[in-house]
Every structure is written in structure tokens, then in C-alpha cells.
């Protein structure tokens, strides 16, 4: 039994995971394509923030954005129905993550690329673990509710509200610690570019 669900849990993750790796590509291949006036005038203020080297502006918006995730997926993992908008977070993250890297890579080439892996690259693949981690657990206790409901059995005496709030608490711990490098790294390198 306990096989089964280690087995059952790596599906889960390596899931999530093929799902972040398919929006990274999917927003890679968006970007070549269009021009879209929401998402320069997103990526223009993005550049500008990191390039200005404040740090308290850079950690403030990395954070924020990683507790609005992170609250996103406990409010998820506490509803029966919650499991498709679990799906759909580590597809939006990869979606971001593809649309960035690709146009900085397309406006200014080797700069953009440097530009990423010296400021980007460490608090980016921190936060996608993280989301992703959140994300199995998240789908299992949304999963483990929608199976409950599904056979008319009572699933809230069988929640495990603790356990998701002790993850909650960790994984916002990462981004925490993940939106100090990002604030970090924009202070030390990103005066340095001109993007």
C-alpha cells in the first residue's frame, strides 16, 4: 500500500512538473509570435524594477506574488474542487517563467541571457520548486476531498487542514527566502545592465 502511494506521489509531481516545463515552452513559443501590448508593458516595468537595483521594491513584488501563489494553493487544497486551478498554477508559472527568459533573450541576446542566469536564474528555479512541492501536496489533500465527495463519505473529518498550514508555512518560507535573493541579486547585478 505504501508502495502504491509513493509511486502514485512521483506520478503526481512528475505531472506538475512535465505541466510547468509545457508553459515554459508554450510561453517561449507565444512571445516569438505576437506582440502583445499587456505583456511588454509587464516585461518593461519587470526590467526596469530589477535594473534599478532597489532591492526593497524587487523583494517586496517577488514576494508578494509568491504569498498570493502560495495562499492561492491553500485555498485550493482545502476545496474538493480546488484541483483544476492546482493544474493550472505550475502551467501559468511556466508560462511567465518562458515568456520572460524569451524576451530578454530576443531583445538584447547574450546580455539578456547573462541578465537571467546572474539575477534570475537561482530565485526563479527556488520559486518553481517550491510551487511545484506545494502544488503535489496541494493536489493530493484537493484529490483525497474529491474522492470523499465522490463516494458521499464525510471528507472533513478526514482533512488535513494542520498539515497543509505546516506546508503553507514552509513553502512560503522558500519564497520568502527566494524573493531576498531575487531582491539580492537585482541590487548587485542589475545596475550593471542597461536593459
Same mark, same amino acid.
Do not use: C, H, N
Given at each position: 500500500m505504501k508502495r502504491r502511494n509513493f =509511486?502514485?506521489?512521483?506520478i503526481i509531481s512528475i505531472g506538475l512538473? /512535465? !505541466?510547468?516545463?509545457?508553459?515554459?515552452?508554450?510561453?517561449?513559443?507565444?512571445?516569438?509570435?505576437?506582440?502583445?501590448?499587456?505583456?511588454?508593458? &509587464?516585461?518593461d516595468s519587470f526590467l526596469l524594477r530589477h535594473s534599478s537595483g532597489n532591492f526593497l521594491t524587487v523583494f517586496s513584488?517577488?514576494?508578494?506574488?509568491?504569498l498570493g501563489m502560495n495562499l492561492l494553493l491553500l485555498l485550493c487544497s482545502l476545496s474538493c474542487f480546488g484541483a483544476p486551478f492546482i493544474l493550472l498554477l505550475p502551467l501559468l508559472r511556466g508560462l511567465n517563467g518562458g515568456m520572460i527568459i524569451?524576451? !530578454? &533573450? !530576443?531583445? =538584447?541576446?547574450?546580455?539578456?541571457?547573462?541578465?537571467?542566469?546572474?539575477? *534570475?536564474?537561482?530565485?526563479?528555479? *527556488? *520559486?518553481? *520548486?517550491? /510551487?511545484?512541492?506545494?502544488?503535489?501536496?496541494?493536489l493530493k489533500n484537493s484529490g483525497r476531498m474529491l474522492g470523499y465527495a465522490i463516494k458521499r463519505k464525510n471528507g472533513a473529518l478526514l482533512l488535513d487542514s494542520s498539515g497543509m498550514m505546516q506546508d503553507f508555512v514552509l513553502y512560503a518560507s522558500i519564497g520568502l527566502a527566494a524573493a531576498l535573493l531575487e531582491g539580492l541579486f537585482a541590487m548587485l547585478f542589475g545596475p550593471v545592465f542597461s536593459l
Open positions: =509511486s502514485k506521489d512521483r512538473f /512535465l !505541466l510547468y516545463d509545457f508553459g515554459l515552452v508554450l510561453g517561449a513559443i507565444y512571445l516569438t509570435g505576437s506582440e502583445d501590448s499587456y505583456f511588454t508593458y &509587464y516585461l513584488y517577488a514576494f508578494l506574488a509568491a524569451a524576451s !530578454l &533573450y !530576443l531583445q =538584447s541576446g547574450g546580455k539578456g541571457i547573462l541578465f537571467t542566469l546572474l539575477v *534570475l536564474w537561482l530565485p526563479m528555479v *527556488l *520559486l518553481s *520548486l517550491e /510551487l511545484l512541492l506545494f502544488s503535489s501536496s496541494a
